[in-house]
């Protein structure tokens, strides 16, 4: 059963870089097909996807945030990473990172999540 | 606003049948790909509920079914528990954004 743990800042400045890094265990980020992708939920609203990266390195982002995101892997440590540049209320959320299949005849959907990690943004 | 459309409450008494609705447009449900859907427990991660429209993960009961019809799709849940309160999510694929949508969520209510 593989698991995924964020870790980093809770707290950022404005105009800062954001910066997660999520732990996979039980698994490695660079076998099989999968995935790997970061949600986020501000309060009261629902979930955003961030974007994801595949085993093979290929990576795909949300348009509205496709200029501030980085997606990368550092399967030395078996850890996938979210950076968002130039940070601002609005990126104020609850930050997910989750695993992605596609069984056969199926699309991609999430089969694991983090428990989430709570980032504010403030001065 | 959410590219996919939920209502944010809907609630029922312990035993009865629910739906929530997922609307979606041409360019995600309506063209065909899957919707997928989630159940948030309170202070908890999100949990995959339904897959590809209407399969349920190993471990999910039987009283949770989805369907898709056109540009929408729907999660019904029967014979209603108190530990089915939960937020609920449905997800899909958008061509036009190529990447996936999410549902603003709908809080379930069980009275």
């Known amino acids: 059963q593989v698991q995924l743990q964020e870790s980093g800042p809770g707290l950022v400045k404005p105009s800062q870089t954001l910066s997660l890094t999520c732990t996979v265990s039980?698994?490695?980020?660079?076998?099989?097909?999968?995935?790997w992708s970061w949600i986020r939920q501000p309060a009261g609203k629902g979930l955003e996807w961030i974007g994801r990266i595949h085993t093979s390195g290929s990576t795909n982002y949300n348009p509205s945030l496709k200029s501030r995101v980085t997606i990368s892997t550092d399967t030395s440590k078996n850890q996938f990473s979210l950076r968002l540049s130039s940070v601002t209320d609005a990126d104020m959320a609850v930050y997910y990172c989750?695993?992605?299949?596609?069984?056969?005849?199926?699309?991609?959907?999430?089969?694991?999540w983090g428990q989430g990690t709570l980032v504010t943004v403030s001065s | 606003q959410s590219v996919l459309t939920q209502p944010p409450s809907v609630s029922g008494a312990p035993g009865q049948r629910v739906t929530i609705s997922c609307t979606g447009s041409?360019?995600?449900?309506?063209?065909?790909?899957?919707v997928n859907w989630y159940q948030r427990l309170p202070g908890t991660a999100p949990k995959l509920l339904i897959y590809?429209?209407?399969n349920r993960p190993s471990g999910v009961p039987d009283r949770f079914s989805g369907s898709k019809s056109g540009t929408s799709a729907s999660l019904a849940i029967t014979g209603l528990q108190a530990e089915d309160e939960a937020d609920y999510y449905c997800q899909s694929y958008d061509s036009s954004l190529s990447g996936w949508v999410f549902g603003g969520g709908t809080k379930l209510t069980v009275l």
């Open positions: 041409s360019s995600n449900i309506g063209a065909g790909y899957d």
């Open positions: 590809g429209n209407n």
């Open positions: 989750a695993r992605s299949v596609r069984p056969g005849g199926y699309d991609w959907f999430v089969d694991s």
């Open positions: 039980g698994g490695s980020i660079s076998s099989g097909s999968y995935y």
